[in-house]
């Protein structure tokens, strides 16, 4: 019986044979198949890292960015911003953020130094990963000089409320859509889309709080804060006064009988109050003109049911109908 001779080289398959390809190619498929099922399982990957001081701003900044951003807010919901001091940790959010998005107007001046421990020129005031949300907004209580201390918080060139009207944020997001744009070039038309779509809700439902409210259209009240200029002005109320006499100053007994006297004969309506600031002197003022109290949200988070930029409004346009009630004739 004849023996099989050992195969050589010659007797072996030639390299390049199409079972050889045939292979090749059922492996790389399967190779490919499993790297797009990976691919497909893992999480998406913000493309912009984005550090805002207020939640009101983070809030505008995730309607433009979407799941394109990922968002940190420096100064926790329910914290006076304006007395606000930046934590260790804030250092390393500002270090590391790819965009800084600021309201402005020296309502977060404490920013400043930070940004100059950082020490990156990119993060600076005219630097490519900064954004001063306050640009090109119409400005109230326009001051002049730059920051001042009135013995109180620092305030700056104009009044910083500017959010608190809904109008506004078509102007802050644009200029969120050409930042965001700035390090993710091909998302500008996703960014643009958001934004439109965003506005369009917001539209629809300012239509519902200005009904909601113009019963009340030129009604008085008395607030802590000089917070609700922008606020006032869209749905037409009217503040006369602060609790405060200066921002960060408590009132004196003087400064609560002039209010008492004031509020009386301007036939006030309400006394409008803050989440963060002491309320034992409004409750007060409320009770000797005897009208309600009420605590509003000057921001994104700052009171339930104000989770983001639509509930921020959404509650504060219902608490003022609870509280002032029938339309005084």
């Known amino acids: 019986m004849e023996r099989r001779r050992p195969c050589t080289v010659s007797c072996r398959r030639a390299p390049g044979s199409r079972r050889d390809k045939r292979m090749r190619a059922g492996l790389f498929g399967l190779v490919l198949a499993a790297m797009v099922a990976v691919v497909a399982a893992a999480p998406a990957l913000a493309v912009v890292r984005v550090v805002a001081t207020t939640t009101d701003m983070a809030a505008l900044v995730a309607a433009v960015g979407g ?42 001046f404490w920013l400043d130094p930070l940004i100059h421990r950082v020490g990156d020129k990119r993060l600076m005031r005219g630097g490519t990963a900064y954004l001063d949300a306050s640009a090109g907004v119409p400005l109230l209580e326009i001051r002049g000089q730059s920051v001042v201390s009135e013995g109180g918080h620092a305030h700056g060139v104009a009044n910083p409320h500017y959010w608190l009207d809904p109008e506004n944020a078509a102007i802050v997001t644009a200029g969120i859509v050409e930042a965001l744009a700035r390090f993710a070039p091909a998302e500008r038309d996703r960014f643009v889309a958001n934004r439109e779509r965003f506005l369009a809700q917001l539209d629809a439902r300012l239509q519902r709080w200005r009904e909601s409210l113009a019963p009340f259209a030129g009604v008085k009240f008395i607030a802590y804060h000089n917070s ?33 006297a004031q509020g009386r004969k301007a036939q006030v309506r309400a006394i409008v109050h803050e989440p963060y600031e002491p309320d034992d002197q409004s409750r007060l003022l409320a009770e000797k003109l005897g009208v309600p109290f009420v605590r509003l949200a000057t921001s994104v988070g700052s009171l339930p049911h104000t989770e983001d930029y639509f509930a921020l409004f959404e509650f504060n346009a219902a608490m003022l109908a609870r509280v002032l009630g029938t339309p005084r004739q």
Do not use: C
């Open 228 to 260: 609700w200029p922008y606020f006032a002005r869209r749905f037409r109320l009217d503040v006369i006064d602060f609790v405060e006499p200066r921002p960060g100053v408590a009132p004196s007994p003087a400064h609560l009988a002039h209010l008492i």
């Open 67 to 108: 799941d394109l951003v990922s968002v940190e807010t420096l100064i926790p919901p329910a914290t006076d911003p304006e007395a606000f001091e930046p934590r260790p940790g804030d250092l390393d959010r500002v270090r590391h953020a790819n965009l800084l998005v600021r309201v402005g107007l020296g309502y977060d």
